[in-house]
């Protein structure tokens, strides 16, 4: 079933996030797998190169949220509409206005919170820009796969401001502070293969290949128990977050917990039997 969520804007807005689940085949495998458990979710403003609006943001959430709430989807693949841009950054019209009153009185950066909170797995699958809020975007993901035509950056000090919706600590976190001082404070763009050998991206591929390689992946992860990929999702986000000995001690609670639930029987009863496991997220 094919879903869209509309912008919040107005009932007649067209729609700025599209919601394709399950997700099609990846058409670079052969014979191709199904998809069933993987989610494609494309942001569709292609004429503004996806430039990430508020309401675009809130679409997105929202979708997201939808499909984390759903047990039958188990992976997600973002990617932005067209080939120029995944998101050529934030909307500067809309921010141009803004004070700094008028951001705290608004609250719309909470939308990244919302982002950042989804459960099930995320892959980016980037193509041509990823600036600003649109690199901002990917490293909220779980996983970027990213076309050998893309492009990332934090430029935002270019127009006198910083990042503001995680630059500054998810690519600190990715790539080491010194790379990151570099990157932000001089605003310049890098290479798909820059920003792979440093450390920010899962994996760089051809760039026609990207949304398949993304989904290929996807559907790889889906077909894991869906109970422990999301308690080790959140365990390796922790190891960003917290001081060693508390992230030790949350991994091995969330280990322990496993051993509650049916899929880990059934995984070591499958093992011990030489035969595939069969998840059930219970």
């Given at each position: 079933?094919?879903?869209?969520a ?14 394709e689940f ?17 989610a ?6 292609p ?27 188990r992976?997600?693949?973002?990617t932005g ?10 909307d ?25 909170a989804v ?16 690199c ?8 970027i ?20 919706a995680?630059g500054?600590q ?5 790539v ?30 051809p ?12 559907v790889?992860?889906a ?14 986000r922790?190891a ?14 969330a ?6 639930t049916?899929d880990?029987a059934?995984g ?15």
């Amino acid at each position: 079933m094919t879903h869209a969520a509309a912008s919040t804007a107005t009932s007649t807005s067209p729609a700025l996030v599209r919601v394709e689940f399950p997700a099609p085949a990846p058409r670079s495998a052969a014979p191709a797998p199904t998809a069933d458990g993987v989610a494609l979710v494309t942001i569709d403003r292609p004429e503004a190169r996806n430039a990430l609006s508020f309401d675009l943001l809130d679409a997105l959430a929202d979708a997201l949220a939808a499909l984390d709430a759903d047990p039958a989807c188990r992976a997600v693949v973002v990617t932005g509409a067209g080939t120029k841009a995944f998101a050529a950054g934030a909307d500067i019209k809309e921010l141009a206005g803004q004070s700094a009153a008028s951001l705290h009185a608004e609250g719309r950066f909470a939308v990244w919170d919302r982002l950042a909170a989804v459960g099930v797995p995320v892959i980016a699958a980037v193509r041509g820009f990823a600036l600003g809020g649109g690199c901002e975007l990917a490293m909220t993901s779980d996983m970027i796969v990213a076309g050998d035509d893309a492009v990332f950056g934090q430029p935002e000090i270019l127009i006198g401001v910083m990042p503001g919706a995680g630059g500054t600590q998810r690519l600190t976190r990715a790539v080491g502070q010194a790379r990151a001082m570099e990157l932000i404070l001089t605003g310049r763009p890098m290479t798909a293969r820059e920003a792979e050998t440093i450390g920010l991206l899962t994996r760089v591929v051809p760039a026609e290949a990207t949304v398949d390689a993304a989904l290929e992946l996807a559907v790889r992860i889906a077909s894991m128990p869906p109970l422990a990929v999301r308690a080790a999702k959140q365990a390796v986000r922790q190891a960003s977050e917290t001081p060693l000995s508390a992230g030790l001690a949350a991994e091995r609670d969330a280990f322990f917990a496993l051993f509650d639930t049916a899929d880990q029987a059934e995984g070591m009863r499958a093992f011990t039997e030489k035969r595939a496991p069969v998840w059930t997220g219970r």
